[in-house]
């Protein structure tokens, strides 16, 4: 079975993949092969997640341009639901 030529996945089921990647090669029980396949494998999910990181963000910036063309960036405010009162 030949999966260089996957059809893109999402960036969640990017992740999910990777991070069951890692998982398989922390339990270290593996041959050396199938380590290297797997490790392989990883650093490709990797590299698609960053780039779809990079491009969401490019995304973001061109949608907070201001009228002059300017970046504006302002403070993420994060809301807490369960602040205490």
Do not use: H, Y
């Not at 969640?12 to 092969?33: H, K, R, T």
Request: negative net charge; proline residues 2%; aromatic residues 4%.
């Amino acid at each position: 079975m030949k999966n260089t030529e996957e059809q893109p996945k999402s960036f969640e089921a990017s992740l999910e993949a990777l991070e069951q990647i890692v998982q398989q090669l922390e339990e270290g029980d593996l041959p050396l092969e199938k380590s290297l396949e797997l490790f392989e494998q990883g650093i490709r999910l990797s590299r698609e997640c960053q780039e779809r990181l990079s491009q969401a963000e490019r995304r973001i910036e061109v949608l907070l341009r201001d009228n002059q063309g300017r970046v504006t960036v302002n403070e993420f405010e994060a809301t807490n639901a369960t602040a205490d009162e």
